[in-house]
């Protein structure tokens, strides 16, 4: 066994065990580091990802017959890295996260005390951490810290799922026993992620149960359209039990209007005599920005720019209200840089909870003594990460304005990268509202912007062009070592001039993620799009021109 416990922690903090565990990770924090370049995206060079890369690595694999030592542990890890993806300043991608140094240790010492957020007896630090988040968190949006419940769980879809499973369980509290009722109809933006499509086949509501609503010029989910398709429901002898308010969608960062979605909803349950309709914001990418729900914009004395203020100001006129829904959740992983998973789920009122408790009679093991008082019976995972610890760690470390800072550069760095983008490249529009996102759409000659967005296209045309960013996209994206953009096929949906089918519009993404992403930058991201684009185009005229010849 001696040699079995070298495997371990000591057991009594010794100092020989100590220096043994951090020369190990001396050794891994120092050849990652040799392993970043500021002008490259990965760590070190991208393996060679051949067609049957993973075939071959599930051929090689299996458990050595007896232990290797912890130098190859750390060789064979690092061998893994190589390549990896680093979010540096090169990263305009997505919502990926370069965790801070503070998130960092916060889960160095989830995992070196290992404790199992069920139940406090078993996990005292991340249970109380997760009781402060959630009473710190609370008091920022605005819930009654004194009512609300919090926990960390997986995701942003996890707590899409968490707060149907409420909602189902507040409106049909038999349905635990005897199953989901059929006639239960939930309401999305169009533009909503894909979460609750998955929470409705997995809670059996079902997918066709699941009304999307269109969206605005904005993004935002249309409110008449939202009214309507309630009301058609409800004519139809169904229930309307579910609307997900999403604050910053995904791709184009709309804010859906919860103050209106509040009003309808009420409205709609004072005309039908219905039972109440829960309200979950959906506020995974844009959650951060609560943050600013106190800043005193007139004042502004984190000295923001006038047109980044006004842009947090107005966020400010949106996120005040989030306080209306039922839930809502931060992603810590995604604007507030921190590790997967991270992810606080928020209840307004804990009464809500008992709805999905488990009976003292189910949980022999843990709970339901006179020692512990902290049990979350009520997750859908059985053993919890302690993953409050990072996002307690982050809170302290960055304070309100500390995060403030950090969220007012995502947009600083956008404004920065339109001007620069349009004034560059002519036959470029930007589809979307100014935001910690850009989505933009190239055209073959001139733009078409105004006749997409009117109907004035046919499909034809539409898809040529939808074709041709397609094709931008994999240009560049065989270039990601050097900058990496985003790209989505659904910026937002149009009609087409000759069918009765809305069509999807693609579009290239700048995410201005990381904290090395400045506005210092902004004319090597242009530089970049633009230099290709010109090749393209070259290319693509040539090989046209060949066509026809
Ligand atoms: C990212 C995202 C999710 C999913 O969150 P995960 O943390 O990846 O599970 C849900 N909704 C929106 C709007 C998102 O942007």
């Not at 069920?118 to 991340?126: F, P, S, T």
């Not at 409205?267 to 729900?293: C, K, L, Q, W």
């Amino acid at each position: 066994m001696k040699e079995i416990q070298k495997l371990f922690p000591s057991m009594d903090g010794n100092d020989f065990q100590r220096e043994e565990l951090l020369s190990y990770f001396k050794t891994i924090l120092t050849k990652i580091d040799a392993l970043k370049d500021p002008n490259k995206l990965t760590l070190g060079e991208m393996p060679e990802y051949s067609e049957d890369y993973y075939n071959r690595v599930i051929r090689q694999a299996s458990v050595p017959e007896t232990g290797v030592s912890m130098e190859e542990v750390i060789q064979k890890l690092l061998k893994l890295v190589e390549g990896h993806r680093y979010v540096n300043r090169n990263y305009v991608a997505n919502a990926a996260p370069l965790p801070n140094i503070a998130s960092i240790i916060g889960n160095l010492v989830m995992v070196l005390v290992n404790g199992n957020n069920l139940w406090d007896v078993e996990g005292q630090a991340a249970a109380t951490a997760e009781i402060e988040v959630t009473s710190m968190l609370s008091k920022l949006i605005g819930y009654d810290e004194s009512l609300s419940a919090g926990y960390t769980t997986w995701g942003g879809q996890g707590a899409v799922f968490n707060s149907l499973r409420l909602a189902i369980a507040r409106f049909a509290p038999f349905s635990n026993q005897k199953g989901v009722p059929q006639n239960l109809y939930c309401f999305c933006s169009e533009l909503s992620h894909y979460s609750l499509y998955k929470s409705v086949e997995a809670t059996g509501i079902g997918v066709e149960n699941m009304i999307r609503v269109k969206v605005n010029e904005n993004h935002s989910m249309n409110l008449e359209d939202l009214k309507e398709k309630m009301e058609h429901v409800i004519a139809k002898g169904g229930v309307p039990l579910y609307v997900l308010a999403t604050m910053g969608t995904t791709d184009t960062f709309g804010i859906d209007d919860m103050e209106g979605i509040k009003r309808i909803a009420d409205e709609v349950e004072r005309t039908y005599d219905i039972n109440p309709i829960y309200i979950h914001a959906d506020s995974a990418m844009g959650g951060m920005y609560t943050f600013f729900n106190h800043y005193d914009f007139e004042n502004n004395p984190l000295r923001f720019e006038n047109d980044v203020n006004e842009v947090l100001k107005s966020y400010q006129q949106r996120f005040k209200h989030i306080n209306l829904a039922d839930s809502m959740v931060f992603d810590f992983h995604k604007l507030g840089q921190t590790p997967y998973i991270t992810s606080l789920f928020l209840v307004k009122n804990r009464e809500n909870l008992k709805y999905v408790d488990l009976d003292a009679a189910e949980t022999p093991y843990v709970g339901n003594r006179g020692y512990g008082s902290y049990h979350t019976g009520y997750t859908l995972e059985c053993s919890r990460m302690g993953s409050a610890l990072a996002i307690y760690a982050s809170l302290l470390a960055f304070g309100i304005e500390g995060y403030q800072e950090l969220l007012a550069n995502y947009i600083r760095v956008n404004i920065t990268f339109r001007k620069t983008l349009l004034k560059e490249i002519s036959n470029v529009v930007i589809t979307n509202e100014i935001s910690p996102i850009t989505t933009f759409r190239f055209y073959p000659e001139e733009t078409k912007w105004n006749d997409e967005l009117n109907g004035r296209l046919t499909i034809e045309e539409i898809s040529e062009i939808n074709q041709f960013n397609d094709e931008f996209a994999e240009v560049i994206g065989a270039e990601r070592d050097t900058v990496f953009f985003g790209n989505t096929k659904k910026q937002r949906i149009v009609k087409a001039a000759n069918s009765s089918k809305r069509i999807s519009l693609y579009a290239h993404k700048f995410f201005a993620i990381s904290p090395y992403t400045t506005i210092e930058e902004v004319d090597r991201y242009v530089g970049f799009l633009k230099e290709h684009l010109e090749l393209f185009l070259k290319t693509r005229n040539s090989e046209n021109f060949m066509i026809r010849a």
